[in-house]
DNA sequence: GTCTATAGGGGGATAGAC
DNA sequence: GTCTATCCCCCTATAGAC
């Protein structure tokens, strides 16, 4: 029973990794096993379809975000520090052998994805432009934040520009990611 | 020979929407083969590998991203429409079946790609984001736009948002991509 | 230029032994 | 829980006829 907690939880970590390093489609139960030193059907004995693999790890990734936004570490900063946090999730990510982010990457594969993987995408995307728009309005109120229209559509560019920023730097490198991390926050200033 | 023409030309045009549709691991020899109602190995006349294919994809965009640049009618262009032009090239991409920006999609699946694609997507991206930097620059002088900071960090910014704009619409929803493009105009104004 | 036929590999998934 | 063995499908690519 604790192998098998290790080994489900082992294979959700490297299946984590490896959707935000290759895509759903870009890796196999074969990558996983062979990484992990167990066999394929090892794999299919924790999680039978590899559709229901992808839902554990977007679930764990949402449940996750959640925790860490009603943890009072997080909850109860002022709303710059809050989101210069948000900020360095995605700078931990590219720093993390170029990662990209998980909605990001199966937003792209979106066509090709069964159902589920849909919806939980589309759940993982909508938790994160609230808690932006709420941050956002928030400093807004407070005055520490400065832009015009409707925080909501900011928080869409501004989750937007991350998640492509991530992509764009595959090819043209790190910085051109901090670049675009650094005009939001002075954006956000004026 | 006319025929000849005509099937490489198929077979670019289909490539081109497949690999915005469904990426460069997401589509098959066989799938354009069958829309264009040949066989699979007369594709691979045309295009001896899938690389060369894609090579050839990339490298049509980035003429065709070319000739639109130094073409008078947006050439002369002032720079507000200059960009509104930019935009109107993701927007028809988002009305044209929720496809994605072609580098965003490369970008996306970099880690698999063979160098060849790696090379091409770079160059193109380095395309887009010199274009976007010079209109800026342009249109910052003229005092047509208003922004802070160095003209390459918002070219970067918006290049990115709107690549990241084109996925999230697949799980969000096309009135989040208009947002974000609105929001981009507006952001440049005050 | 396009066809038929086929090689060779990788993918997801299952049955049954241990 | 993990193994071996296997099935079946799709993929890229090639050889040779037409």
Redesign the pocket.
């Known amino acids: 029973?604790v192998?098998?907690?290790n080994?489900r939880r082992a294979i959700l970590d490297l299946g984590e990794s490896l959707l935000q390093d290759q895509g759903f489609n870009g890796?196999?139960?074969?990558?996983i096993?062979s990484q992990l030193?167990?066999?394929?059907?090892?794999i299919?004995?924790?999680f039978?379809?590899?559709?229901a693999l992808g839902s554990a790890i977007i679930q764990r990734y949402r449940d996750r975000f959640d925790l860490w936004i009603n943890n009072s570490r997080v909850k109860d900063l002022p709303p710059q520090e809050k989101l210069d946090w948000f900020f360095s999730i995605y700078t931990t990510t590219r720093a993390d052998n170029g990662k990209v982010c998980l909605a990001g990457s199966l937003e792209n594969e979106f066509n090709s994805l069964p159902e589920s993987l849909r919806k939980q995408t589309k759940a993982l995307t909508e938790e994160l432009l609230a808690w932006l728009q709420v941050t956002l309005s928030e400093g807004k109120a407070a005055g520490s934040f400065h832009f015009a229209g409707d925080p909501a559509d900011k928080a869409a560019l501004i989750l937007s520009s991350l998640q492509g920023a991530l992509q764009l730097a595959r090819a043209m490198g790190t910085k051109k990611f901090l670049a675009v991390v650094e005009q939001n926050k002075q954006e956000l200033l004026v």
Do not use: I
């Not at 890796?27 to 990558?31: K, L, M, R």
């Not at 030193?37 to 090892?42: E, T």
């Open positions: 029973m192998r098998s907690k080994t890796f196999s139960y074969a990558h096993a030193g167990v066999k394929n059907a090892a299919h004995y924790h039978p379809a590899k559709e």
